[in-house]
């Protein structure tokens, strides 16, 4: 048995045995044991399966994910978004239902070739969608993005977007354009939503972000010059806050709360944060 969370390019859906997870719009199915279910006793379900994906091996057990139309109702079992399962409980299990989202949405959104819209087929042992006319290959979608904590000494520039929970300020962030570099991509970030210029840029680290599909590239960068202006409609409100006396902050398993964690450990010489992959 290989212990932990293995993705693996596809598995044999006639092969009996191993676990399935069940996603609707409503998100995965739970129940007080958690999202896994054994995967012969989900299929016997009443449930309408537009799609089976092998996805991986957990603890060495095959893990299939199956794709619903709708939320069926299942005894003793809810419905729970992804998100909730990212604020709380196991991390690994987070890691294999946010593969499962990405790989569920990519073969929904790509069952036809976006160059001359026939049905695609599945590669033979390979994540991807095949269009033989064209004979053009699509693979999982995967979008870069930048995050960026930008520093002032004692100060950190926070903001935040209409759509947070009410209080809650975060780092800025925003997706990578073509022609840009990462780098490219903070400066004009931070220049459209705040107005504001940075210098000496570090990169942290990154984190897969399956909602529904970034690719969170972090960086800590220096103030440099110019006011706060917040961006109108993007961003409510931005402001330099005291790493004394911080706003509610980002859920702590997010790339967003470790740049923040470390800036602060850094500044005041404590234990450094770890990401969470
Ligand atoms: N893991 C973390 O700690 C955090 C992750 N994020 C994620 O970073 C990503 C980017 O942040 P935002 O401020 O929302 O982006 P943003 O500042 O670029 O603005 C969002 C806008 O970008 C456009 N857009 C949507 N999808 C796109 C794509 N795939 N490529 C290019 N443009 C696209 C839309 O017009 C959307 O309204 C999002 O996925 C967000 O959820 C943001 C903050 C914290
Ligand atoms: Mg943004
Ligand atoms: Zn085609």
């Known amino acids: 048995m290989t212990p932990g969370w293995i993705t693996t390019t596809l598995l044999d859906n006639d092969a009996p045995g191993g676990w399935a997870v069940a996603r609707s719009r409503d998100g995965f199915l739970h129940d007080a044991n958690g999202p896994l279910f054994p995967r012969e006793w989900l299929k016997r379900q009443d449930l309408s399966v537009f799609a089976e994906h092998g996805i991986g091996h957990l603890d060495g057990e095959p893990v299939c994910l199956l794709e619903l139309d709708s939320a069926g109702e299942v005894q003793g079992c809810s419905w729970q978004g992804l ?3 990212m604020l709380q409980g196991d991390h690994t299990l987070y890691k294999v239902l946010g593969y499962a989202a990405q790989i569920g949405t990519w073969a929904r959104e790509h069952r036809f070739c976006g160059s001359c819209g026939q049905a695609m087929v599945q590669v033979p042992r390979e994540r991807a969608m ?4 064209c ?6 979608r995967i979008s870069p993005s930048m995050i960026v904590l930008v ?4 100060e950190i520039l926070l903001a935040r977007s209409p759509r947070f929970v009410p209080g809650v300020y975060s780092t800025l962030a925003g997706f990578a354009e073509p022609g840009e ?9 931070v220049r459209e939503e705040v107005q504001v210029e940075v210098r000496n840029i570090q990169y942290m680290g990154s984190q897969c972000w399956p909602f529904p599909h970034s690719m969170m590239l972090g960086f800590h960068a220096e103030y440099a010059g110019g006011d706060i202006v917040p961006q109108a409609d993007e961003i409510e409100d931005a402001q330099w806050f005291s790493i004394h006396d911080l706003p509610p902050l980002p859920a702590s398993r997010s790339i967003a709360r470790y740049l923040i964690d470390l800036y602060l450990a850094r500044r005041l010489g404590h234990a450094e ?3 969470p992959g």
């Open 83 to 85: 998100r909730g399962f």
């Open 130 to 133: 095949y269009c033989q006319a």
């Open 135 to 140: 004979d053009l290959r699509s693979y999982p």
């Open 151 to 154: 520093t002032r000494g004692d």
């Open 181 to 189: 570099s990462a780098e490219d991509c903070l400066v004009r970030e």
């Open 273 to 275: 944060p770890v990401l």
